[in-house]
C-alpha cells in the first residue's frame, strides 16, 4: 500500500508542476540559449547540422552532463534537470559559437515557462526580428500603436525570423502563440 501511495503522489507532483521534455535545436551559432525550466523539467538537444557537437556542463555547473561527441542531422542528447541552480553549458568543439544556461526552479506553470523563456532580439530591429522560444512557434502577428493587425504568419520552431523591413519606423507589438495555444505580446521597436 505504501507503494501505491508514494506511486500516485509522484504522479500528481509531476503532473501538476507541468514536468516536460522541451526539444531545442542544436547547430553552429545557437550562442546564448538561455533557458528557465522546473525542477524535474528535461531538455532534449537535437543535431540540426552534420557537425560533430558536444552538450558538456561547465566548471560551477548545479548539474555535470556531457554527450560525448556525437555527429549526425537528427541525433539527440537528452539531460533530466533534478537539482534547483544553474547550468552553464557548451558545445567543446565550437565554444564560442554554441553556449547557453540552464536555469532551473522548484516549480514553474507551463504558462510561466513559456513567458520567462520568450527572446526577441534585436529589439530595436531594423529588416528582421528574431523569436526565440522553449515552446515551439506556431504562429504570430504584428500590431501597430493603435491594435491594427500590420503583419501574421505561421512560426517556424524554437527559432522563428520575422521579416520587418516591410514597417515603417515606431512602435508595434508582436503576439506569439505556441503550439500548445500559448500566447504572450512582446513590444518591439522599429528604427
Not at 21 to 42: E, K, S, Y
Not at 128 to 140: A, D, G, P, T
Amino acid at each position: 500500500m505504501k507503494k501505491i501511495t508514494l506511486l500516485v503522489t509522484l504522479l500528481i507532483a509531476t503532473i501538476s508542476t507541468g514536468q516536460t521534455t522541451f526539444p531545442l535545436d542544436w547547430m553552429l551559432n545557437q550562442t546564448d540559449l538561455d533557458l528557465t525550466i522546473a525542477q524535474g523539467d528535461t531538455v532534449e538537444w537535437t543535431w540540426q547540422d552534420g557537425i560533430t557537437h558536444t552538450v558538456s556542463s561547465l566548471a560551477g555547473s548545479q548539474e555535470d552532463f556531457d554527450s560525448g561527441e556525437i555527429t549526425g542531422i537528427g541525433q539527440t542528447f537528452s539531460v533530466t534537470f533534478t537539482e534547483v541552480g544553474t547550468n552553464d553549458y557548451q558545445c567543446n568543439i565550437h565554444p564560442g559559437s554554441m553556449n547557453g544556461t540552464i536555469s532551473v526552479e522548484a516549480s514553474l506553470g507551463i504558462d510561466q515557462k513559456f513567458i520567462k523563456n520568450l527572446q526577441v532580439f534585436p529589439n530595436p530591429t531594423e529588416n528582421e526580428l528574431k523569436v526565440f522560444s522553449l515552446f515551439k512557434i506556431e504562429s504570430y502577428t504584428i500590431y501597430d500603436f493603435a491594435g491594427r493587425k500590420i503583419i501574421s504568419g505561421n512560426g517556424g520552431g524554437n527559432f522563428t525570423i520575422l521579416d520587418t523591413s516591410v514597417l515603417n519606423s515606431g512602435v508595434y507589438f508582436v503576439s506569439l502563440t505556441s503550439e500548445e495555444g500559448l500566447q504572450a505580446t512582446k513590444k518591439i521597436v522599429k528604427k
